[in-house]
């Protein structure tokens, strides 16, 4: 199966289903826009929105699993978890304008004391965006057809 045919890219232009998931931070916001799974394969679409004139130089983005609640004094164990596939991923994101892009992973389920979290940093810059993202939200995935 290719991860990223015709029919597929179609479904990832639709309106968002989650409406609950996001950050805004620094005139920038970062939303979990659908979810989906298809066979081995789970889909985060997401969507940037810079709602400054300053252009968001992406420098990378880390995926990872994390404790969910840091007890004081204690060690938060991190797990990195990469992207098998990436689509229309822009470095740039130019100032009073919006992205949509996927990031696909081979399927998953977190436990409930976990969280997966995607952090994008910008280059040169301190708008650091970080999203959580809870496993009712993974479990709640649509099928993709």
Same mark, same amino acid.
């Given at each position: 199966?290719? $991860?990223?045919?015709?029919?597929?890219?179609?479904? !990832?232009? &639709?309106?968002?289903? %989650?409406?609950?998931?996001?950050?805004?931070?620094?005139?920038? *916001?970062?939303? #979990?826009? =659908?979810?989906?799974?298809?066979? @081995?394969?789970?889909? +985060?679409?997401?969507?940037?929105?810079? +709602?400054? =004139? %300053? @252009?968001?130089?992406?420098? !990378? %983005?880390?995926?990872? &699993?994390?404790?969910?609640?840091?007890?004081?004094?204690?060690?938060?164990?991190?797990?990195?978890? @990469?992207?098998? *596939?990436?689509?229309? +991923? @822009?470095?740039?994101?130019?100032?009073?304008?919006? =992205?949509? !892009?996927? &990031?696909?992973?081979?399927?998953?389920?977190?436990?409930?004391?976990?969280?997966? *979290? %995607?952090?994008?940093?910008?280059?040169?810059?301190?708008?650091?965006?970080?999203?959580?993202? #809870?496993?009712?939200?993974? &479990?709640?995935?649509? $099928?993709?057809?």
């Amino acid at each position: 199966m290719e $991860l990223f045919s015709i029919r597929i890219q179609r479904t !990832f232009q &639709l309106v968002s289903t %989650i409406f609950s998931l996001g950050v805004i931070k620094n005139k920038f *916001e970062m939303s #979990l826009a =659908n979810l989906y799974v298809k066979d @081995d394969f789970m889909f +985060f679409v997401f969507d940037i929105k810079n +709602f400054s =004139n %300053i @252009d968001y130089d992406v420098d !990378f %983005i880390k995926c990872f &699993l994390r404790d969910q609640k840091k007890v004081k004094n204690s060690i938060q164990q991190e797990v990195p978890y @990469d992207p098998v *596939e990436q689509k229309d +991923f @822009d470095k740039k994101i130019l100032g009073k304008s919006q =992205n949509r !892009f996927v &990031l696909a992973f081979n399927k998953f389920t977190i436990p409930d004391d976990k969280v997966f *979290e %995607i952090e994008m940093f910008e280059r040169g810059g301190g708008r650091h965006m970080k999203l959580s993202i #809870l496993n009712e939200y993974i &479990l709640s995935a649509e $099928l993709l057809k």
